[in-house]
């Protein structure tokens, strides 16, 4: 049977830059490594990021789009009866930052999947800088995505305090108390640069497993209460979006903005440009599509937008 991985985390958390470290260890362990993305929206940002992976031992499927439940998983259901017979030992699944894990769940129970793949290893990224109050839907979706983790691995762990990583531990524990999950955290959190993972890091990630366990499930339409807004070939450059994104992240008016994220063409290559309230960041890459996306709760389109074409 071929092993299944999910990495869950919301939205921000940095799973998609955990995803591409972990294929490349599970890669040069000798494995056949297909990754399936789903990203939160029309444009698939996230896979353009890991299209160098791409390789005799690496391919990557995608799933785009906000849709319905069924909808959502038809389309997941499909793809995993489609990568079945093309020879990998080892799929990781990147779900969106807004993903309900159930579905998830409920897909490698169905027939025939049930007979082809095994659920090997669940990964939760969790951010050592999370904000402290999230609204009741984050709240539950940051407890959800974690619930059934073998392992919690701390993002950006080398820019908290011991302090502060001990407090988002907390958070997350009070989390899963809130929607009556018996499931706490302590030792089974990994909280390490990711630049200094040890191969004997990466083997406890390979073998943490994942664990059952139950929880209220808050129902609210994701797409609903999470909204992500596209602007495309916007024509400005690194530094006006720069100035952007650090209006939008840290002034009022405009909505609770979780992330943003996108592609800006320069010098004839590109950038990628990733934001969150306490971290921004501006990188070349190999390919991309010149697109700005907004992500958050309750968003005043006409307000991000006036920004995004002023500076």
């Not at 499931?183 to 497993?209: M, Q, Y």
């Amino acid at each position: 049977m071929v092993q299944v991985d999910l990495i869950t985390g919301f939205l921000g958390s940095g799973k998609t830059t955990f995803l591409r470290k972990y294929v490349q260890y599970l890669i040069q362990q000798g494995h056949n490594v297909c990754i399936l993305e789903n990203d939160f929206g029309a444009v698939n940002v996230d896979a353009m990021l890991l299209q160098d992976l791409i390789g005799e031992r690496c391919d990557i499927e995608t799933i785009s789009g906000g849709c319905d439940c069924d909808t959502h998983q038809r389309r997941m259901r499909t793809k995993l009866i489609s990568m079945a017979m093309r020879g990998f030992d080892r799929v990781v699944i990147e779900p969106s930052g807004i993903f309900d894990v159930d579905e998830f769940y409920d897909i490698l129970r169905d027939e025939p999947l049930d007979r082809w793949y095994a659920l090997g290893n669940v990964v939760a990224i969790v951010d050592a800088r999370l904000e402290d109050t999230l609204s009741p839907q984050a709240e539950y979706l940051l407890a959800s995505e974690a619930a059934s983790a073998g392992l919690v691995v701390m993002s950006r762990a080398q820019q908290a305090s011991c302090a502060q990583a001990e407090a988002v531990v907390a958070h997350l524990n009070r989390a899963l108390a809130a929607c009556r999950c018996p499931r706490r955290f302590g030792d089974d959190v990994l909280c390490k640069d990711w630049a200094a993972l040890t191969d004997a890091d990466w083997e406890r990630i390979d073998r943490c497993g994942w664990q059952q366990t139950s929880y209220v499930k808050l129902h609210f339409d994701e797409h609903e209460a999470f909204t992500s807004l596209y602007f495309l070939e916007l024509g400005r450059t690194a530094e006006q979006l720069q100035r952007a994104a650090h209006t939008l992240l840290q002034g009022a008016g405009y909505g609770h903005i979780l992330r943003i994220k996108g592609f800006i063409p320069e010098n004839g290559g590109w950038l990628e440009l990733n934001a969150a309230r306490d971290a921004m960041t501006l990188q070349p890459i190999p390919n991309g599509q010149e697109v700005l996306i907004v992500i958050g709760e309750g968003l005043d389109k006409a307000a991000i937008e006036a920004v995004v074409k002023r500076l």
